[in-house]
């Protein structure tokens, strides 16, 4: 960890912006090919939710994301000393999960937007968007048994395992909105698992196409984990404090939903006053007004939620950058996974 931080001033004049470009550049192609084999209807959807189209099919220039899952399996595997290109089908794959993951969340939390336009359910409906991700899930999976690299069937392996723990945190996610007691450690269980379970196979997988033994691909799953976590906490302090013209979504769009996010959880548990003030907003059983989601924000602050989502975020990073030293011991070579996984630090919220 102590090399790593040695490199900070190099770091700091990483161009991440770059590195997603380069990502994109390999994984768009793949990722239209894959789409493009689907039945025109599910294709329609799946179109439209990349932002490749309008919903009457004719082209667009929606944004896709930022491809920072696709970008760390890149980066992943040229920082283990592999070719990039090779691992272009294995990073388009893990962009499929990802969006697959999007589309049903949409469904799940009943979002209205998503990257500054209606979410593909409110467009086309619940059963094809819904059945939009099934068809992306099939084609990452696809995408990687196809693969003739011979990494492939072990990161398949790795994915559907992947997918599954998704899940897992998914369910348990809406479980907790169903509950009072959820404690601090369950929440970082679950966020654990439905963000940083994707991104720890993202890494794991780049790992592997750079021909790297399961250790090094096992260490390379927990910097993506942590980095997972930073993700979340910083994700949840957005969907308190987030600016809409950036988000894409209304203020307070998470506390609207009562949802149990990490600040909010850590809030609670802290046993103030204005925890108090905080657990009755939640209880009420009507829609909070704009006032009442002032207040529920005010409270997770003065409750200290918010300060210790920051700073637990900042021992994640560390975490992170300790387990990609294990992985990658040449600090110049882990440049690009360096800038990544500091970007998620520095959205604004």
Same mark, same amino acid.
């Not at 780049?206 to 942590?226: I, K, P, T, V």
């Given at each position: 960890?102590?090399?790593?931080?040695?490199?900070?001033?190099?770091?700091?004049? %990483?161009?991440?912006?770059?590195?997603?470009?380069?990502?994109?550049?390999?994984?768009?192609?793949?990722? +239209?090919?894959?789409?493009?084999?689907?039945?025109?209807?599910?294709?329609?959807?799946? %179109?439209? =939710?990349?932002?490749?189209?309008?919903?009457?099919? %004719?082209?667009?220039?929606?944004?896709?994301?930022?491809?920072?899952?696709?970008?760390?399996?890149?980066?992943?595997?040229?920082?283990?000393?592999?070719?990039? !290109?090779?691992?272009?089908?294995?990073?388009?794959?893990?962009?499929?999960? /990802?969006?697959?993951?999007?589309? =049903?969340?949409?469904?799940?939390?009943?979002?209205?937007?998503?990257? /500054?336009?209606?979410? !593909?359910?409110?467009?086309?409906?619940?059963?094809?968007?819904?059945?939009?991700?099934? &068809?992306?899930?099939?084609?990452?999976?696809?995408?990687?048994?196809?693969?003739? /690299?011979? !990494?492939?069937?072990?990161?398949?392996?790795?994915?559907?395992?992947?997918?599954?723990?998704?899940?897992?945190?998914?369910?348990?996610?809406?479980?907790?909105?169903?509950?009072?007691?959820?404690?601090?450690?369950?929440?970082?269980?679950?966020?654990?698992?439905?963000?940083?379970?994707?991104?720890?196979?993202?890494?794991?997988?780049?790992?592997?196409?750079?021909?790297?033994?399961?250790?090094?691909?096992?260490?390379?799953?927990?910097?993506?984990?942590?980095?997972?976590?930073?993700?979340?906490?910083?994700?949840?302090?957005?969907?308190?404090?987030?600016?809409?013209?950036?988000?894409?979504?209304?203020?307070?769009?998470?506390?609207?939903?009562?949802?149990?996010?990490?600040?909010?959880?850590?809030?609670?548990?802290?046993?103030?006053?204005?925890?108090?003030?905080?657990?009755?907003?939640?209880?009420?059983?009507?829609?909070?007004?704009?006032?009442?989601?002032?207040?529920?924000? +005010?409270?997770?602050?003065? &409750?200290?939620?918010? %300060?210790?989502?920051?700073?637990?975020?900042?021992?994640?990073?560390?975490?992170?950058?300790?387990?990609?030293?294990?992985?990658?011991?040449?600090?110049?070579?882990?440049?690009?996974?360096?800038?990544?996984?500091?970007?998620?630090?520095?959205?604004?919220?």
């Amino acid at each position: 960890m102590g090399i790593f931080a040695l490199e900070r001033d190099h770091l700091d004049g %990483s161009d991440v912006e770059s590195v997603l470009a380069r990502a994109r550049g390999f994984v768009d192609p793949a990722l +239209r090919t894959a789409v493009d084999t689907l039945p025109a209807p599910l294709r329609r959807v799946a %179109s439209y =939710h990349f932002g490749w189209t309008e919903p009457d099919g %004719s082209p667009a220039a929606g944004s896709s994301g930022k491809a920072i899952r696709p970008a760390l399996v890149l980066a992943a595997t040229q920082a283990l000393g592999g070719d990039p !290109a090779a691992a272009a089908g294995a990073a388009a794959a893990i962009e499929l999960i /990802h969006n697959f993951s999007l589309l =049903h969340d949409d469904v799940i939390d009943g979002d209205d937007t998503r990257r /500054h336009r209606l979410t !593909a359910w409110r467009v086309f409906g619940t059963t094809e968007a819904i059945l939009a991700g099934d &068809a992306l899930h099939a084609l990452a999976l696809s995408t990687l048994a196809e693969d003739d /690299h011979p !990494a492939a069937q072990r990161a398949v392996r790795r994915l559907a395992d992947c997918v599954v723990e998704l899940c897992a945190g998914q369910q348990a996610d809406c479980a907790f909105e169903q509950r009072d007691d959820v404690s601090l450690d369950e929440c970082l269980a679950m966020a654990g698992s439905k963000t940083g379970a994707l991104l720890g196979c993202a890494c794991a997988i780049g790992a592997l196409y750079a021909g790297a033994d399961d250790l090094a691909a096992d260490a390379m799953d927990a910097f993506g984990r942590e980095i997972g976590l930073a993700f979340q906490l910083i994700d949840d302090l957005i969907g308190i404090w987030g600016d809409p013209a950036v988000t894409g979504k209304p203020v307070g769009a998470d506390l609207a939903a009562r949802k149990k996010s990490l600040p909010v959880v850590a809030a609670l548990a802290g046993g103030t006053a204005e925890a108090a003030v905080l657990a009755n907003l939640y209880a009420l059983d009507r829609p909070l007004t704009d006032e009442e989601l002032t207040r529920c924000a +005010r409270a997770v602050d003065k &409750a200290g939620g918010r %300060s210790w989502a920051q700073g637990e975020s900042c021992e994640r990073m560390a975490a992170a950058i300790a387990h990609l030293a294990q992985a990658v011991p040449e600090p110049s070579a882990a440049d690009d996974l360096l800038a990544l996984a500091e970007l998620v630090t520095r959205r604004s919220h």
